[in-house]
């Protein structure tokens, strides 16, 4: 069963630092990964998508890569805001399984405050 | 990528009652899946909804309390059914283009 493991669970910083989340999956036979934002109360929004043959990708501040083999990826925020405030959800899909079908992390509760 | 329009986007229900939960896609997808998100927890597979047959149910989730229905290729309902404070979640349907998932704003459910 793939397992997806997300640290820190919650981080508080100041505008203008620089952050990296961690997401962790036990099962390396994946197909792809997503990272999601989460404000509160509401849906998911795609970041960004990493296929498993890709090792990152980037949108604007946000920087993902991905290490396949050691079933870890990692989402960088460049510069962070205050509208940065959100839970970031890291999840994959994983091969053999229905794909679209994802698993999720507990997702990382990011604040920045001015 | 798709959009997916659910709604209602938040309901307050009393026990013993059911909720529908709708979601409109803008183009055709082959496979939806329904989503509950407990609060302060991650998201949790209820089920995958086929077109033109019965959904599959992921363990610990069962027809009788969260009927399904998927008419076409655009549209899906949820049914929660017989409502228990322990229902008041999140519930969020998703849906694929190409290899990227997609979401619905989601339905925040209380049950009082």
């Known amino acids: 069963k793939q397992e997806v493991t997300q640290i820190p669970a919650a981080l508080s910083v100041p505008e203008g630092e620089n952050l990296v989340l961690n997401c962790s999956f036990t099962?390396?036979?994946?197909?792809?990964l997503q990272w999601f934002r989460q404000d509160p109360g509401k849906g998911l929004t795609s970041l960004l998508l990493i296929q498993s043959s890709q090792r990152e990708q980037t949108s604007g501040r946000l920087n993902a890569s991905l290490d396949k083999s050691s079933g870890r990826s990692t989402l960088y925020i460049a510069a962070s805001q205050p509208g940065d405030s959100a839970t970031y959800l890291c999840?994959?899909?994983?091969?053999?399984?229905?794909?679209?079908?994802?698993?999720f992390g507990r997702g990382t509760q990011l604040t920045v405050w001015p | 990528s798709a959009v997916i329009s659910q709604k209602p986007s938040r309901d307050i229900c009393q026990r013993g009652t059911s909720l529908t939960i709708q979601c409109q896609v803008d183009?055709?997808?082959?496979?939806m899946f329904w989503y509950r998100q407990q609060p302060g927890q991650s998201l949790t597979l209820i089920a995958t909804?086929?077109?033109?047959?019965?959904?599959?149910?992921e363990s610990g989730f069962v027809i009788d309390k969260f009927p399904i229905s998927r008419p076409n290729l655009t549209f899906s309902t949820l049914t929660v059914s017989n409502l228990s404070p322990e229902d008041s979640s999140i519930y969020l349907c998703s849906g694929r283009t190409g290899t990227e998932a997609f979401f619905g704003q989601g339905t925040r459910l209380t049950v009082v």
């Open positions: 099962d390396s036979a994946i197909y792809n």
């Open positions: 999840a994959v899909s994983r091969l053999g399984s229905t794909l679209g079908r994802l698993y």
């Open positions: 183009s055709q997808v082959t496979m």
């Open positions: 909804a086929n077109q033109g047959s019965e959904a599959t149910y």
